[in-house]
T-cell receptor, first 115, second 114 residues
Framework: AQTVTQSQPEMSVQEAETVTLSCTYD???????LFWYKQPPSRQMILVIR??????QNATENRFSVNFQKAAKSFSLKISDSQLGDTAMYFC????????????FGTGTRLQVTL | DTGVSQNPRHKITKRGQNVTFRCDPI?????LYWYRQTLGQGPEFLTY????????KSRLLSDRFSAERPKGSFSTLEIQRTEQGDSAMYLC????????????FGEGSRLTVL
C-alpha cells in the first residue's frame, strides 16, 4: 500500500515571500502521479499542480512549482510571491498510473499567509 | 459553469438512523468519486464510478454503506444504522477518465452522529 507523509502540520509565511511545503511518499510502483491539492477554508478542494513520475522535469504552474526527487521519494511544493489567497490546507497526494484517479492523500499542511 | 454540487451540506442525526447524501457531478464528467475526511486527516477514498458502474470500493466502505449512480449522472451515498464513528465530511468529486488525477471536488456534506 502507498503512504503519503506530510511532516509539517502548520506553516506560516509573510505575503510576497516564498515557502516550501514538504511531502514524502512510499511506493513500490515505478509509474505513478503526484499531486498537490489546496483546500481553502470552507471551500472545495482544487488541484494546484500535478507531476508524472516518468517526467524528470519538475512541474510548474505560475507561482507554484515542485521539486520532485524520485529516488528520495520526495515531492515538495514551492509557493513564490505568497498571497493572502494562498491561505489554505495543502494536501499532497499519490496515485498509481493504473488507477490514476484513486488518490491517496497525506494529512495536510495548514498554510497561513500573513501581512 | 456549475461545479460539483453536494446536498445536504450539513446533516445531524442520531445514532442508528439512516442518512443519504446526494452528489451532482460536472455534467460531462464520466467518473465520480466519494471520499471521507475526518478532522485532521486527508481525504480517504471510499468508492468510484465510471458512468453507472461502480468499479472499486474501499475496505472502509462497510456493509452499512451503499453508493449508487443509477443513470451515470448524480450519485447517492447512503449510510444505514449510523454510528458515531461515521461523523465526518463526505466529499464527492468528478473527473474525466482521460485526465489522470484531476478531480473536481464539491464542498462536501458534513455528517454529525449524536
Amino acid at each position: 500500500a502507498q503512504t503519503v507523509t506530510q511532516s509539517q502540520p502548520e506553516m506560516s509565511v509573510q505575503e510576497a515571500e516564498t515557502v516550501t511545503l514538504s511531502c514524502t511518499y512510499d511506493t513500490s510502483e515505478n509509474n505513478y502521479y503526484l499531486f498537490w491539492y489546496k483546500q481553502p477554508p470552507s471551500r472545495q478542494m482544487i488541484l494546484v499542480i500535478r507531476q508524472e513520475a516518468y517526467k524528470q522535469q519538475n512541474a510548474t504552474e505560475n507561482r507554484f512549482s515542485v521539486n520532485f526527487q524520485k529516488a528520495a521519494k520526495s515531492f515538495s511544493l514551492k509557493i513564490s510571491d505568497s498571497q493572502l489567497g494562498d491561505t489554505a490546507m495543502y494536501f499532497c497526494a499519490f496515485a498509481n498510473a493504473g488507477t490514476a484517479s484513486k488518490l491517496t492523500f497525506g494529512t495536510g499542511t495548514r498554510l497561513q499567509v500573513t501581512l | 459553469d456549475t461545479g460539483v454540487s453536494q446536498n445536504p451540506r450539513h446533516k445531524i442525526t442520531k445514532r442508528g438512523q439512516n442518512v443519504t447524501f446526494r452528489c451532482d457531478p460536472i455534467s460531462e464528467h464520466n467518473r465520480l468519486y466519494w471520499y471521507r475526511q475526518t478532522l485532521g486527516q486527508g481525504p480517504e477514498f471510499l468508492t468510484y464510478f465510471q458512468n453507472e458502474a461502480q468499479l472499486e470500493k474501499s475496505r472502509l466502505l462497510s456493509d452499512r454503506f451503499s453508493a449508487e449512480r443509477p443513470k451515470g449522472s448524480f450519485s447517492t451515498l447512503e449510510i444505514q444504522r449510523t454510528e458515531q464513528g461515521d461523523s465526518a465530511m463526505y466529499l464527492c468529486a468528478s473527473s474525466l477518465a482521460l485526465v489522470a488525477g484531476e478531480l473536481f471536488f464539491g464542498e462536501g456534506s458534513r455528517l454529525t452522529v449524536l
